[in-house]
């Protein structure tokens, strides 16, 4: 084997084109073989069949076979997300521009921790983080690997400007990335404020922070985890003002729907935010990952500066070189802001709002097939586009059992959810090419195998 090829230089393009066929084949084998939305067989099987095609995977002598036989075996065993029947999670299918400019980005490997590491790049992620940020009535984005990283970098620039003191007041439906967060940061315990119908009570919250010594950070949810439930926006920006406290609103879910005429408002509020988390591998239908966390406060931004001499010196940045340290807590960092771009400018807001709204209709659908059967319980009409249901009169154990049965089977991919006091199957609509055919067809699965 001689010198393997580069990516990019010159001649990268002609090595990459037999190789993206091979891909393609690949994919396309590795599906067809699974033949759904999840491999047959559950978790022993699938690893058996990985170990058998990976083989020794540092061999004395390489394989010139790898890509094909590696990428096949992935496809064959992965959760397909653009299957119909596949709704368990906030994993959405990636549109095909955002997956064909994610492949240049990694061909270009710009590193995104210095200005002459990534010139473009530097360039085109200050455009759409801005733009991006103007949407939540914000200044400044930075870009994260999504939900998680966002709302821990929140509550990091948080503490940075009101001290160690730091209290975190959130909700019982918050991501579990927040007081996570506050655990990590070292602040004190954070305090969960009650949500009995599944969004924070805003007469609580008030409650909190007038029991609770502050300095005060008030982390609210736009699109919960377990059933996308949205906060009463406006009314905890207007506690949170009243009590002087800081506001974050995890909008890592519901955050889509900035894009959506018809569903926009229902945010409503989110402009009062001090930071707001974003997740485009969402509803954004980008590849993972494509957070973002929009910052109101430039002077925010201080906590992160940082010196490094060999990444932004000081007479460079004097000179005029962008200084990228203050933007991640990352340093090498790759340009995944160039997928965004691609689908927000080939898309536009008319694009990606049909898309929004196609998913939240799917969900009202469904949920209304479900409400109409007699086999089903409908927990309550969708907020954005997940439901919770359950066969009716099933115990706990025979949700949790049909829910396996399904995912072992590679039948159907369904999420679960407790919420008053009882397990639920989740069906998170992320897939604007599924039709009624499909929701029909995920019931029957459900019926089907619901052990009586």
Not at 43 to 51: G, H, L, M, S, Y
Not at 109 to 134: C, G, H, M
Not at 402 to 427: Q, S
């Amino acid at each position: 084997m001689g010198m393997p090829p580069l990516a990019s230089g010159p001649h990268g393009t002609d090595a990459l084109r037999p190789l993206i066929d091979t891909v393609l084949d690949a994919l396309r084998t590795g599906a067809a073989t699974r033949g759904g939305p999840l491999p047959a067989g559950g978790p022993d099987t699938v690893a058996a069949r990985v170990a058998d095609a990976a083989g020794d995977i540092l061999p004395d002598r390489g394989d010139p076979d790898a890509l094909r036989v590696l990428v096949t075996a992935l496809a064959e065993g992965a959760a397909d997300p653009a299957h119909p029947l596949c709704t368990a999670h906030l994993h959405a299918p990636p549109l095909a521009v955002a997956a064909a400019a994610d492949l240049a980005a990694s061909i270009l490997n710009p590193s995104l921790d210095s200005w002459d590491q990534a010139p473009a790049a530097t360039a085109l992620e200050n455009l759409v983080t801005r733009a991006l940020a103007r949407e939540t009535g914000a200044t400044d984005a930075l870009v994260t690997t999504g939900g998680t990283e966002s709302n821990q970098l929140a509550v990091l620039l948080a503490r940075e400007r009101h001290g160690a003191g730091l209290r975190l007041v959130h909700g019982d439906n918050a991501h579990h990335s927040l007081p996570r967060a506050a655990r990590l940061l070292g602040l004190p315990d954070p305090v969960a404020v009650p949500a009995p119908a599944g969004t924070l009570d805003p007469a609580a919250l008030d409650e909190a922070l007038t029991q609770v010594p502050g300095p005060h950070l008030v982390a609210a949810t736009a699109g919960t985890t377990d059933a996308g439930l949205i906060d009463p926006l406006s009314d905890i920006a207007d506690r949170c003002a009243a009590h002087a406290a800081r506001l974050h609103i995890d909008a890592s879910y519901g955050g889509g729907l900035l894009f959506s005429d018809r569903h926009r408002p229902r945010l409503t509020g989110l402009e009062a935010a001090d930071t707001v988390a974003l997740d485009l591998h969402k509803l954004g239908w980008q590849p993972i990952p494509a957070g973002l966390l929009t910052v109101t406060d430039q002077d925010d931004l201080a906590a992160l500066h940082h010196r490094a001499p060999y990444l932004n010196a000081d007479d460079d940045t004097d000179a005029g070189l962008p200084d990228l340290l203050h933007r991640s807590p990352r340093t090498s960092r790759r340009p995944d802001i160039l997928k965004a771009a691609v689908t927000l400018k080939t898309l536009g807001r008319t694009g990606l709002g049909a898309l929004v709204d196609q998913v939240c209709t799917l969900a009202q659908d469904f949920a209304r097939l479900v409400d109409t059967h007699p086999g089903f319980q409908l927990h309550a009409p969708p907020t954005i586009s997940t439901v919770l249901f359950r066969p009716a009169g099933a115990t706990d154990d025979a949700v949790a059992a049909v829910r396996r049965t399904l995912l072992t089977t590679g039948r159907a991919v369904l999420g679960r959810a407790r919420a008053d006091g009882r397990l639920w199957l989740k069906a998170t609509l992320l897939n604007p090419h599924a039709r009624p055919d499909d929701l029909t067809a995920l019931l029957t699965l459900v019926e089907g195998h619901t052990p009586r």
